[in-house]
Every structure is written in structure tokens, then in C-alpha cells.
């Protein structure tokens, strides 16, 4: 990982894709998608409209469930 700003790691893209692949983040996606779908999609939409401000908003969100926080940890090993 590279340098930390915004309170995020900075990732390489073989980094990111890497992490994306991972069962756990497969994981989380299915359950953002099946517990909040709606929510979901509009942070893929501010992303795409390069609204990074609201896109951390959302997600920051979504991810308050026990649920997407054990996921999280199982990607930070």
C-alpha cells in the first residue's frame, strides 16, 4: 500500500483489483447489494460523477453494519 490521505490507503490498481477478487470483498458486495441496494448504487453514481466527498458519505454509511465491519477486518488481513 502507498501513503495514507483522506483517511483511506492509497492503492496500486493491481493492488485494488487483488482486493476486489478476494472472497471477502465478494462478500461484501453481495451483502451491500442484498441489505442496500439503493444506497449502493448511488455511491456508484457520485463516484462516476467524481463526487468523492459524497461517494465516502455513502459508504461510510453502509458500511455501520456488525456485519460489513467483520467483512472489513477480513480484508485488512
Not at 492503492?11 to 487483488?18: G, K, L, R, T, Y
Amino acid at each position: 500500500m502507498r501513503k495514507k490521505t483522506d483517511g483511506f490507503q492509497e492503492f496500486s490498481m493491481e493492488q485494488a483489483a487483488a482486493l476486489s477478487k478476494s472472497a471477502a470483498a465478494k462478500e461484501l458486495y453481495a451483502l451491500l447489494q442484498r441489505t442496500n441496494s439503493d444506497q449502493l448504487r448511488t455511491a456508484m453514481e457520485q463516484a462516476s460523477s467524481g463526487n468523492y466527498a459524497g461517494v465516502k458519505e455513502t459508504m461510510q454509511q453502509l458500511m455501520n453494519s456488525p456485519q460489513a465491519q467483520e467483512l472489513l477486518k477480513k480484508l485488512q488481513e
